[in-house]
T-cell receptor
Framework: NAGVMQNPRHLVRRRGQEARLRCSPM?????VYWYRQLPEEGLKFMVY????????ESGMPKERFSAEFPKEGPSILRIQQVVRGDSAAYFC???????????FGQGTRLTVV | GQQLNQSPQSMFIQEGEDVSMNCTSS?????WLWYKQEPGEGPVLLIA?????ELTSNGRLTAQFGITRKDSFLNISASIPSDVGIYFC????????????FGKGTHLIIQP
C-alpha cells in the first residue's frame, strides 16, 4: 500500500472552514475509493470514482461533502463548513479494474476544533 | 448498501494459539479480501480470494472463499505478538457498481 499517497497525514480545521484531502492512486490504477473511519470502528464506504466519473456516491453525506478524480492530478475529497462530527480518519484506496485488490493509503486524520 | 457481519468482534488469545474469524453476507460476493490494520496506519491487504471454494495461504494466514459465495474465513496459525491489530474482511458484491464493503473488524489481542 506504500504506492497510494494521501496528504496531508494530519489536518486541523476550525468549525466552518473547508477541508481538502488528497489522494494519489498507485501508478496505473484508475479507480479510487474513499472511506471514513471513526475511532474503534470499521471503515465506512463514502464514494467510488474513476477518472472524471463518480461511479457510486451512496455513502457520501448529501451536504457539504464532495469528491472528484480529475483526468490529471489526485483525487480530492472536499468537506465544506466542517463540524466537530467530521473529525475522523479518511482513507483512500486505489484499484485497477473493478473487483480486484484495492490498496490503501495511510489516511488523513482530520480534527475539527 | 451491502452488509457484512464479521465475528468475533474481539479476541483475547495466548501467544502460540490459532485464531479463526469469519464474515458472512446476506448477498453473494464476487471477491473477498482480508486486511489488517495497525494503529495509525491504513489497512494492509493480506489475502485476496476470487473463486468460490478457493483456499489461499499467505505464511501463517489461510483464508477461504465460501462455496455459497456469502461467507469467508481467515485463520492465523501459531499467533505471535506482531499479529495484534484489527482484521477486516471486505468484498465486492455482485451488483458491480458498489465500492468495497467492509466488515466492522475483529480486534486481535495477544496475551504473552
Amino acid at each position: 500500500n506504500a504506492g497510494v499517497m494521501q496528504n496531508p497525514r494530519h489536518l486541523v480545521r476550525r468549525r466552518g472552514q473547508e477541508a481538502r484531502l488528497r489522494c494519489s492512486p498507485m501508478k496505473g490504477h484508475s479507480h479510487v475509493y474513499w472511506y471514513r473511519q471513526l475511532p474503534e470502528e470499521g471503515l465506512k464506504f463514502m464514494v467510488y470514482l474513476q477518472k472524471e466519473n463518480i461511479i457510486d456516491e451512496s455513502g457520501m453525506p448529501k451536504e457539504r461533502f464532495s469528491a472528484e478524480f480529475p483526468k490529471e492530478g489526485p483525487s480530492i475529497l472536499r468537506i465544506q463548513q466542517v463540524v466537530r462530527g467530521d473529525s475522523a480518519a479518511y482513507f483512500c484506496a486505489s484499484g485497477g479494474v473493478m473487483n480486484t485488490e484495492a490498496f490503501f493509503g495511510q489516511g488523513t486524520r482530520l480534527t475539527v476544533v | 448498501g451491502q452488509q457484512l457481519n464479521q465475528s468475533p468482534q474481539s479476541m483475547f488469545i495466548q501467544e502460540g494459539e490459532d485464531v479463526s474469524m469469519n464474515c458472512t453476507s446476506s448477498s453473494i460476493f464476487n471477491t473477498w479480501l482480508w486486511y489488517k490494520q495497525e494503529p495509525g496506519e491504513g489497512p494492509v491487504l493480506l489475502i485476496a480470494l476470487y473463486k468460490a471454494g478457493e483456499l489461499t495461504s499467505n505464511g501463517r494466514l489461510t483464508a477461504q472463499f465460501g462455496i455459497t459465495r456469502k461467507d469467508s474465513f481467515l485463520n492465523i496459525s501459531a499467533s505471535i505478538p506482531s499479529d495484534v491489530g484489527i482484521y477486516f474482511c471486505a468484498g465486492y458484491s455482485g451488483g458491480g457498481a458498489d465500492g468495497l464493503t467492509f466488515g466492522k473488524g475483529t480486534h486481535l489481542i495477544i496475551q504473552p
